[in-house]
């Protein structure tokens, strides 16, 4: 488990060490493959946008809880590469002419979720299940498209999943960590229940993009519990050794 000086150092060379981006070749998709995806694009590149304020006023209570000021730090620099990311989806979309969205209904119900409770717990749960969607999602994109800019933006998205979910997963672990076993149980058994309707959500909204990329629904449902799979052990405080005093 890295600290959270460690994660920021993460995240300052990974700001310096991107993949390049051919935009000078254009969107470089079809009018056909742009039918299937484009819609569900720039409902994607919107989630991918927020500004991060409630988010940092949330770790800021948490390190302040947690005695960890430098995990204030690490979640800014998280929130910038998510915003990074939409602005890499919406610079395709100006490319491709399609205008960016200022509103949709399932970044609506993320975001209103998200605020329920100003909680790191509550915010870095879906969080996360919304990454382990992420991860099939560009995965398909980048397979239903031959436009080499947008195959290189999900290519490089996909890097960067993989440690956001480590980045969370971890931080979800200490928050778990003096749970007993009872409390651990009521936990999982309510992320089941909630990750089974963002699965069903996430279909619902972006099925026509997955199934251009290869995923029918029986695939998609099968891939996302296993990602999650994945997470729920990376958060299982059970996996890691925990220096004696240790409060980050």
């Known amino acids: 488990m890295w600290t959270s000086e460690e994660w920021v150092a993460y995240f300052e060379h990974n700001a310096t060490n991107l993949m390049p981006i051919p935009w000078g070749a254009g969107a470089g998709a079809t009018r056909e493959e742009l039918a299937e995806i484009i819609e569900s694009l720039r409902a994607w590149q919107l989630g991918e946008t927020s500004d991060g304020t409630r988010l940092t006023r949330a770790a800021e209570r948490h390190a302040a809880q947690t005695y960890d000021p430098a995990y204030v730090e690490a979640i800014k620099r998280f929130i910038a590469e998510e915003q990074r990311h939409g602005e890499m989806l919406g610079r395709f979309l100006d490319l491709a002419g399609v205008p960016r969205k200022g509103r949709d ?31 099939l999602y560009y995965a398909a994109v980048r ?5 080499a800019v947008l195959r290189r933006i999900c290519h490089q998205i996909l890097r ?22 009872a409390l651990r149980a009521l936990t999982m058994g309510v992320q089941r229940v909630l990750f089974a309707g963002v699965t069903v959500a996430i279909w619902a909204g972006h099925r026509r993009a997955l199934r251009a990329g290869g995923l029918t629904f029986r695939r998609f449902w ?9 997470a729920w052990r990376a958060m299982d405080p059970r996996g890691y050794t925990w220096p004696t005093g240790r409060a980050n």
Not at 113 to 118: E, I
Not at 143 to 147: E, L, M, V
């Open 222 to 230: 099968g891939g996302a519990w296993a990602q999650m799979g994945k």
């Open 143 to 147: 397979r239903a498209t031959g436009s």
């Open 105 to 135: 209904w399932g970044d609506s119900i993320f975001r209103l979720f998200r605020h329920l409770r100003l909680r790191m717990e509550v915010w870095t749960t879906v969080v996360v299940m919304v990454e382990v969607h992420a991860m």
């Open 160 to 181: 960067d999943e993989v440690p956001h979910l480590r980045f969370q997963c971890e931080r979800l672990a200490i928050i778990h960590r003096n749970r007993g076993r």
